[in-house]
């Protein structure tokens, strides 16, 4: 087995080239963000991938693949410095199922983008656990080399469910992550999952506690909490939960009740709680609001700014309270963006 690695997880690790994408093949100005999601400033983006699928067992992830490949780091720094040289690119998002799982490759990459000077600001995706293994040396070498902003799927507040859907991470990690996150000023987004058939309300309540507990931590945290969507094998536990029936063609998953599973419509039909979950998953976007991102709508538009206080303000007491229901500000904005839609 190759390089660090948590223990036990790993079936095969493979250091093999991913295709080299030929970007001269490619509209690339349509793939390049004006505004980089590491930062929030005006910087090109594109997304890049240096490693593929994850050796994790999150019961409910979309990723099967348990095999972990990655690019050579020379390799991939050759590819950063020509998307530097030939179109701007200044931010990078490593678009990867897990970037983390071996440290020393990330070591590689990171020691390398310092001595080639790229500068580069970057984001991606890390898991909670991981954070038991990063040392001071390895958190500032990160930073120094761009990473401004890492995804973290926390998914629930409850071990319960934790456990029940293999994520393989504790509270305390969470927390542990949150910490140190703040400490070196990476900003992290927390991603949670709600709506479950197996999720009891205190399991929700344990979530709501979980967010509440980070941002004390780590104030310059965002996120929020996104409605569960069934991807197989799981759709069937949740298709029987909610007594649908099981699509039997292509043209069958294009009815609206199966294609709202996939939107923010999600009904949650597998879910004895749906109505509570999906309140709660409305307020969540607007619980992680820290100065900064207030700002940036503040100059876009001063009463969008007031309209969000006041959201920010509703959610906060919601939360203190844990009262989640009749809510009228959810009405309200849905109505204000249907006018503004026309
Ligand atoms: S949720 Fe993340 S850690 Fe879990 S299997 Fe999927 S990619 Fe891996």
Same mark, same amino acid.
């Given at each position: 087995?190759?390089?660090?690695?948590?223990?036990?997880?790993?079936k095969?690790?493979?250091?093999?080239g991913?295709?080299?994408?030929?970007?001269?093949?490619?509209?690339?100005?349509?793939?390049?963000?004006?505004?980089?999601?590491?930062?929030?400033?005006e910087?090109?983006?594109?997304?890049v991938?240096?490693?593929?699928?994850?050796?994790?067992?999150?019961?409910?992830?979309?990723?099967?693949?348990?095999?972990?490949?990655?690019?050579?780091?020379?390799?991939?720094?050759?590819?950063?410095?020509?998307?530097?040289?030939?179109?701007?690119?200044?931010?990078?998002?490593?678009?990867?199922?897990?970037?983390f799982?071996?440290?020393n490759?990330? @070591? !590689?990459?990171?020691k *390398? &983008?310092?001595?080639?000077? #790229?500068?580069? +600001?970057?984001?991606?995706? /890390?898991?909670?656990d991981?954070?038991?293994?990063?040392?001071?040396?390895?958190?500032?070498?990160?930073?120094?080399?761009?990473?401004?902003?890492?995804?973290?799927?926390?998914?629930?507040?409850?071990?319960?469910?934790?456990?029940f859907?293999?994520?393989?991470?504790?509270?305390?990690?969470?927390?542990?992550?949150?910490?140190?996150?703040?400490?070196?000023?990476?900003y992290?987004?927390?991603?949670?999952i709600?709506?479950?058939?197996? @999720? !009891?309300?205190?399991? *929700? &309540?344990?979530?709501?506690? #979980?967010?509440? +507990?980070?941002?004390?931590? /780590?104030?310059?945290?965002?996120?929020?909490?996104?409605?569960?969507?069934?991807?197989?094998?799981?759709?069937?536990?949740?298709?029987?939960?909610?007594?649908?029936?099981?699509?039997?063609?292509?043209?069958?998953?294009?009815?609206?009740?199966?294609?709202?599973?996939?939107t923010?419509?999600?009904?949650?039909?597998?879910?004895?709680?749906?109505?509570?979950?999906?309140?709660?998953?409305f307020?969540?976007?607007?619980?992680f609001?820290?100065?900064?991102?207030?700002?940036?709508?503040?100059?876009?538009s001063?009463?969008?700014?007031?309209?969000l206080?006041?959201?920010i303000?509703?959610?906060?007491?919601?939360?203190?309270?844990?009262?989640?229901?009749?809510?009228?500000?959810?009405?309200?904005?849905?109505?204000?963006?249907?006018?503004?839609?026309?």
């Amino acid at each position: 087995m190759e390089g660090d690695v948590p223990k036990g997880i790993l079936k095969t690790q493979e250091k093999i080239g991913l295709i080299n994408l030929d970007y001269e093949l490619l509209y690339i100005e349509k793939y390049i963000s004006k505004v980089s999601r590491a930062s929030g400033k005006e910087l090109r983006q594109l997304p890049v991938m240096t490693s593929r699928n994850c050796p994790h067992n999150c019961v409910f992830c979309y990723v099967q693949d348990r095999t972990y490949r990655f690019q050579d780091p020379k390799e991939s720094i050759e590819e950063l410095k020509r998307l530097k040289r030939r179109y701007g690119i200044k931010s990078i998002k490593f678009a990867e199922d897990n970037f983390f799982v071996n440290k020393n490759r990330v @070591e !590689e990459l990171c020691k *390398m &983008m310092i001595k080639e000077n #790229l500068n580069f +600001e970057w984001a991606t995706e /890390c898991r909670a656990d991981y954070f038991d293994r990063y040392d001071d040396e390895f958190l500032k070498l990160i930073t120094k080399a761009g990473c401004k902003r890492l995804g973290i799927g926390v998914e629930f507040g409850s071990q319960r469910m934790l456990d029940f859907v293999k994520k393989d991470i504790t509270i305390k990690q969470i927390l542990n992550s949150a910490k140190l996150c703040n400490e070196y000023k990476i900003y992290p987004h927390y991603s949670f999952i709600m709506g479950m058939p197996e @999720e !009891e309300k205190e399991d *929700m &309540m344990m979530t709501v506690k #979980l967010i509440e +507990e980070i941002y004390k931590i /780590c104030p310059i945290a965002i996120g929020g909490i996104n409605l569960f969507r069934p991807y197989p094998p799981q759709f069937k536990k949740a298709f029987e939960a909610a007594n649908l029936k099981e699509p039997e063609s292509l043209e069958e998953w294009t009815n609206p009740e199966y294609i709202n599973i996939m939107t923010t419509e999600n009904p949650l039909l597998w879910s004895k709680h749906n109505t509570l979950a999906k309140n709660i998953a409305f307020y969540s976007q607007f619980y992680f609001f820290n100065w900064d991102r207030f700002m940036i709508y503040y100059r876009k538009s001063k009463v969008m700014a007031l309209c969000l206080s006041l959201m920010i303000i509703a959610t906060r007491i919601r939360w203190k309270l844990r009262f989640f229901g009749l809510p009228i500000e959810k009405y309200i904005s849905k109505y204000v963006s249907k006018v503004m839609k026309g």
